[in-house]
């Protein structure tokens, strides 16, 4: 698998940030030309990863997040989405539908359940007190 194009982009982590990420990653795809339900997919995980990080991953309301597309010869479109919050220990926890580190009115628990629902493979990788990276794939088909 060849890398054919990427790009890294990094915000402030707030909420009007979230749009413009989605924003970004639909764009950045358009040359595989993705049916309107494979870019509707990576946008709706797109934004559950960055909404993790906004919600999660900095309560003093002060960080960033690195979101990082990279397409690959195969038409494979990878994203990462990367912050150095508070991080946490189990991601195979975490995962969990309905798990989350907020009150159930905040928030459904259901962020990573819909990322692996929207993509081929989602990674995980946390470490306390160090941050997060979330890595999803996407295979995009050919369309006639």
Known sequence: MKMTNHVKINLPAIVGN?????????????????????INDVKTAVSEAVTNVIVHAYPDNS????????IYDDKVLSVTVTDSGVGFADAEEVKKPFYTTKSAEEHSGMGFTIMEAFMDDLEVC??????????MRKNIKQHA
Not at 20 to 27: D, K, P, S
Not at 126 to 135: F, Y
């Open 18 to 38: 979230e749009g413009f990420a989605r924003a970004a990653v639909a764009a950045f795809c358009a040359p595989l030309s993705p049916s309107l339900e494979e």
């Open 63 to 70: 960080g960033e997040i690195d979101v990082e597309v990279t």
């Open 126 to 135: 946390s470490e306390p007190g160090r941050g997060t990276r979330v890595t």
